[in-house]
């Protein structure tokens, strides 16, 4: 008995795999056991699973119960260690689950996910982020990677973190870089000099760009004389903070209500939005995408970077166009679900 009870003890300190095999090990030998000792009380060998199970559990329904001597002894070894055994493999599991929570939340596990938003450092900025994202697109998975050891969003089901220097090729790959849909750097508020801040972003940059350069990166820069060493690495998408909110504040003063109109064009919750739409065949210039779709409730407004398509409506659609429309969301789709029916045009 001495010899059983410090097996048991030892137990405890068994791998979750080891415990898990222990435990299934002894469940199926009992089983045979008891089938063996008393064929004709259970029938087959499923029945007197069954009863070990029941009895290991402390259910006991009484349907199969031990009639002989040998089986009554058999049940008391169940009654002394198989419900240890049980209990101790119910509290690996739950040590399993807490450890899985624990390591979320200090950011240790690897993303296994695809066509992702990775958002790089954590700001308010990009907070906002996360929630526009999430308004535009509910099952969006988002993961956060920062160097802070918790979980910033850890209330959110479909936001992961993963701690760790984001220019790191070991950090991105636990964020699962080359399968995201794309990725947003936000210059790092914990650095006050713009310098060293635009820096780290070029950092990152370059490394997500040399390990998956197909993946649309977005950077956040501070000061914009930095553009061009950005471009040199060929980053999608550049957005200059400060800049861009001494510009608004400019504008606003000097003519009342732009602040209005960029507010609504940069948040889904009110007013139209910019949408990128496919070129149909019928439209052979930029006087015949104007036209229908202003019929349809938008405004062509840009190609690519160019705004001044509406002075261009007697040129051609070149092939290579790719068409911004302002619309509500409603009109929008409509004109995707009619262009997706005539088809794009043939390039």
Not at 135 to 144: R, S
Not at 147 to 158: K, T, W
Not at 239 to 266: K, M
Not at 320 to 332: Q, V
Request: aromatic share 10%; no cysteine; hydrophobic share 45%.
């Amino acid at each position: 008995m001495h010899f059983f009870l410090r097996l048991l003890i030892r137990t405890m300190h068994f791998k979750n795999a080891s415990i898990v095999t222990a435990a299934l090990a002894f469940i199926l030998v009992s089983a045979t056991l008891a089938y063996v000792i008393e064929p004709d009380t259970y029938q087959n060998w499923f029945n007197a699973l069954y009863w070990v199970l029941t009895t290991m559990s402390t259910v006991g329904y009484g349907d199969y119960y031990a009639k002989s001597a040998a089986g009554k002894l058999l049940t008391i070894f169940l009654y002394i260690f198989g419900i240890g055994l049980l209990s101790i493999l119910i509290g690996k599991v739950i040590d399993s689950v807490a450890s899985i929570q624990r390591q979320r939340e200090a950011g240790q596990l690897s993303y296994p996910g695809k066509d992702h938003f990775i958002v790089v450092n954590w700001s308010k900025k990009a907070q906002y982020a996360v929630d526009e994202i999430l308004a535009t697109l509910p099952d969006a998975e988002i993961v956060l990677v920062d160097e802070s050891d918790r979980h910033p969003q850890q209330h959110r089901r479909n936001v992961h973190f993963i701690s760790g220097d984001p220019s790191a090729e070991e950090t991105l790959e636990q964020a699962n870089l080359r399968s995201a849909r794309a990725a947003i750097i936000f210059a790092d508020s914990r650095i006050d000099e713009a310098a060293l801040a635009d820096g780290k972003s070029l950092l990152i940059a370059s490394s997500i760009e040399r390990l998956a350069p197909e993946v649309h990166t977005t950077v956040e820069i501070v000061q914009e004389k930095n553009i061009q060493n950005f471009r040199y690495i060929n980053v999608n998408e550049f957005v200059l903070s400060y800049d861009a909110i001494s510009r608004l504040a400019v504008r606003a003063a000097l003519q009342e209500g732009n602040a209005e109109i960029f507010s609504q064009l940069l948040s889904r919750e009110h007013g139209d939005e910019i949408y990128e739409v496919p070129v149909e065949r019928t439209w052979h210039t930029y006087g015949d995408a104007f036209q229908a779709l202003l019929s349809r409730g938008a405004t062509l407004i840009s190609d690519r970077g160019d705004l001044g398509v509406n002075r261009k409506l007697g040129l051609p659609i070149p092939p290579e166009a790719r068409l911004y429309i302002l619309a509500d969301e409603a009109t929008y789709r409509a004109i995707k679900e009619t262009a997706s029916d005539k088809g794009p045009l043939k390039k």
